[in-house]
């Protein structure tokens, strides 16, 4: 069965390696994301930390992973050989580089921080956020990031860094309130808990990445960044059977040379106007201090700092004093913000994932979870109660990808649920690769 499976892998990449906006049809997964069911194991069904980061091996039926296809975990994603490999190979010399911006790969500091001696943050030539929160790129033909939800007194919910290995009740709690964040996924915690991402795609989340091993990305050579946007991608595909088209770059840094690197695979970055600094708590912060923040973002919610438009709001699964944080105050944010969301949700993105998979969750509307295989033939209808953006497809480097436009009237939204409609000819490529194998 594993020869199989590896060499179907091969046989597939073969077909679409000449097409790079094809990429991601080359990954492996035997996950229905219309039809999931968590292994019911210790550590998917217990709140005891301990318990549940207990390392467990995988079904293979489920999840099936090679150690020699995939970098190293926790280290920079050209890590064992990987970026000698033919699969790798083949994906570098498919992206013209003659396009790349001329663009330097930034320095660190003695301490670890990034080095902007030299750089003008007025001028800011390159759009590089973490010098200047620059999010409208200088080039063409690239999507500007994400930054906030564009409709009034919105609350943008979303989590970095995971999936965490004790998220069992914090994802229980955000079930039981029904509520859905965009989860942003680190591709070596992908491999690590592959379980936990698993459980974020039938919940409902809006799942992205968060590159392999959370760098500074503008640190990083082009082959660098391009394999730890990918073997991200690949990961959440083995473990959800979705491959995300959005990301957020690692403290947000990011310039036209990564964000050009990024769209050559589809990527579209999604960034925040509000930051808990909740990774701080019990670190370089007390949690009294990162409490006063959530404090101040709650009080943002009634007092018509977002009567406009809405945020998007910085914070993290990193570890169970965040997780507890968010827990704390997500009662208080609801009652604050006419409407708490993921960005998918909020910027009525109806195609988050390069598959065929639908969003048609809708603003002030609910959603049929992933793994409900009861999927409703009609939709119904509701309206915005204020204008709002719309979400096109535009062409770019051969993506479909999303932009948005300004309705000058409200809009009528399609409400329902998950819908996935299966690509019949890349089907029956691979079911034909597969016989011609046996």
């Not at 150690?67 to 994906?91: G, R, Y």
């Not at 690590?192 to 503008?218: E, I, M, N």
């Not at 990024?262 to 960034?271: E, F, H, N, Y």
């Not at 990808?401 to 809009?411: C, L, P, Q, R, Y």
Request: hydrophobic content about 35%; aromatic content about 12%.
């Amino acid at each position: 069965m594993y020869i199989r499976y590896f060499t179907l892998s091969l046989v597939v990449s073969s077909l679409v390696s000449a097409d790079l906006s094809n990429y991601w049809q080359s990954f492996s997964s035997q996950i229905d994301p219309r039809n999931i069911t968590i292994p019911s194991i210790p550590q998917t069904t217990s709140n005891d930390p301990v318990t549940e980061c207990t390392y467990y091996n995988t079904d293979p039926a489920l999840v099936l992973i090679n150690n020699s296809e995939w970098p190293n975990i926790w280290e920079t994603a050209t890590s064992n050989n990987i970026q000698k490999s033919e699969e790798f190979t083949s994906l570098y010399n498919s992206i013209n580089w003659t396009g790349a911006p001329n663009i330097p790969v930034r320095k660190l500091t003695a301490n670890g921080g990034l080095d902007f001696s030299g750089y003008s943050s007025e001028s800011d030539p390159d759009c590089w956020w973490s010098s200047s929160l620059c999010t409208q790129s200088k080039l063409t033909d690239l999507n500007e990031d994400i930054v906030q939800c564009p409709e009034p007194e919105t609350y943008g919910l979303t989590y970095d860094d995971g999936p965490n290995c004790s998220q069992n009740a914090f994802y229980n709690y955000l079930e039981e309130q029904q509520l859905k964040a965009t989860m942003f996924y680190i591709g070596s915690n992908v491999i690590g808990w592959p379980y936990g991402a698993l459980r974020g795609v039938k919940d409902g989340h809006h799942v992205a990445g968060h590159t392999w091993s959370h760098q500074y990305t503008t640190s990083l050579s082009n082959e660098e960044v391009l394999a730890e946007l990918y073997y991200t991608q690949k990961a959440i595909k083995l473990a959800t059977g979705l491959t995300p088209r959005y990301w957020r770059p690692p403290y947000g840094d990011v310039d036209d040379r990564v964000r050009w690197i990024a769209s050559q695979l589809g990527l579209t970055a999604v960034m925040w106007n509000l930051d808990t600094n909740d990774w701080e708590a019990g670190f370089s912060a007390t949690i009294e201090e990162v409490q006063n923040i959530y404090d101040e973002i709650e009080a943002m919610g009634s007092n018509g700092t977002f009567s406009s438009s809405g945020n998007i709001v910085l914070s993290h699964e990193i570890n169970n004093t965040t997780m507890t944080l968010a827990i704390d105050n997500l009662p208080k944010i609801v009652s604050a913000y006419k409407q708490v969301l993921d960005v998918a949700t909020c910027y009525n993105i109806s195609q988050p994932y390069f598959e065929d998979f639908e969003w048609t969750r809708t603003l002030n509307n609910s959603i049929t979870p992933a793994g409900n295989s009861s999927l409703p033939t009609t939709n119904s209808s509701s309206t915005s109660d204020t204008a709002s953006e719309s979400v096109t497809a535009t062409a770019v480097n051969g993506f479909e990808t999303t932009k948005t436009t300004t309705n000058s009237a409200n809009e009528s939204i399609t409400s329902g649920a998950y819908r996935f409609v299966s690509n019949s000819i890349f089907e029956i490529s691979v079911f034909t690769a597969a016989l011609l194998y046996l």
